[in-house]
């Protein structure tokens, strides 16, 4: 929470303090709702829940007489409410019958999808769980060798091909090692080209295909970056669209002072965020929660 709120504070805490400044003002005039509307269509949170959030704030606010000294508060529990707690975050990374969990990782090439499953390795290990990486984006060699360093430096294997192999071939190969290892997970590091939708569903629907034919895939990750706002969220959608994406990693929250797109993009793809990347390094990746990311937002 400490890191969190550290990370946050200089970027997204302005989101928080601006809407914190307005909501306190002796009046609230039409003019500060518009202040209010405009502070968080900045930072992303999308049209529908800002409009949902200044109802609810209006509301509070005004019938129900809550004051200044209150807008705090009342602030907390609203944007928490948007942030929907009930929401199960927790990843699925265990198999069953004695077969691993596998966890597939898809996204836009940069979103930080190779980065991402070496950090997910990293905590899986220190949870003393047995790990197998799928080096499954083989149309950049760069990916590979980025892995393979991963790997090295988490202490897992990297199952790879040669550049430009059937990235379903590797998907295949690193899932029957982890099964024939006795892996409690394997992850799959996808290709991110979105040239075109149908390329992409028959890509990433052949992957999923020859992995279940082994294992079950207990988790689709989609890996967003956070400071791609809109761009972001048109993507995300492509994706959710050719395969069912069971949770959203936001990347570079570290530097992105959006942080509204936490709640913009659950709300477009209906599944929760589940991790949160706040730096490039080992450590910086943190499961999502939602009470320490409100907080976060009103430094
Ligand atoms: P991929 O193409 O989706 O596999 O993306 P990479 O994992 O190669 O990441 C692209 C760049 O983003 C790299 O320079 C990463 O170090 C960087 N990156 C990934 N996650 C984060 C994050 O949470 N914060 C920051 N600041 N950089 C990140």
């Known amino acids: 929470l400490q890191r969190l709120r550290q990370r946050l504070a200089g970027s997204q805490g302005a989101l928080g303090r601006g809407l914190l400044a307005l909501l306190s003002r002796d009046r609230l005039d039409e003019d500060t709702w518009e202040s209010i509307e405009d502070t968080l269509l900045t930072a992303d949170i999308g049209v529908g ?9 209006r509301t509070r606010m005004r019938v129900d007489g809550a004051d200044a000294s209150q807008a705090r508060e009342v602030l907390r529990e609203e944007l928490l409410a948007l942030v929907d707690p009930s929401m199960d975050r927790r990843l699925q990374v265990s198999g069953e019958d004695g ?6 990782v898809v996204g836009v090439n940069g979103a930080g999808k190779t980065t991402t499953v070496g950090k997910i390795a990293r905590i899986l290990v220190a949870e003393d769980r047995s ?3 799928g080096a499954a984006d083989t149309f950049r060699a760069a990916a590979v060798e980025q892995l393979a360093t991963w790997g090295e ?53 052949k992957v999923k295909r020859v992995i279940e034919k082994q294992a079950p895939v207990t988790e689709v990750l989609l890996v967003l970056d956070a400071t791609t706002g809109q761009n972001g ?5 492509v994706f959710s669209e050719v395969v069912d994406v069971t949770g959203i990693v936001l990347t570079k929250l570290d530097g992105s002072a959006k942080g509204g797109i936490v709640v ?5 793809l209906g599944v929760p965020v589940k991790l ?7 450590d910086d990746l943190a499961p999502f929660d939602s009470g320490a990311f409100v907080d976060a937002l009103l430094g």
């Not at 829940?49 to 704030?57: A, F, G, K, S, Y």
């Not at 077969?99 to 597939?104: A, E, H, I, S």
């Not at 969220?233 to 959608?237: H, N, V, W």
């Not at 949160?276 to 080992?282: F, K, N, R």
């Open 99 to 104: 077969r691993p969990g596998v966890v597939l």
């Open 153 to 205: 430096r988490v202490g897992v294997d990297v199952v790879r091909g040669p550049e430009g192999t059937d990235p379903a071939s590797v998907a295949f190969e690193a899932v029957k090692q982890g099964a024939s290892e006795g892996a409690d997970t394997v992850i799959v590091d996808t290709a991110g080209r979105l040239q075109n939708k149908a390329g992409l569903m028959d890509e990433l629907g």
């Open 49 to 57: 829940p800002t409009q949902e959030l200044v109802d609810r704030l």
């Open 276 to 282: 949160v990347g706040l730096g490039e390094g080992p």
């Open 233 to 237: 969220m048109i993507q995300a959608r």
């Open 131 to 133: 790990v197998v990486l």
């Open 264 to 268: 913009a993009v659950q709300r477009e």
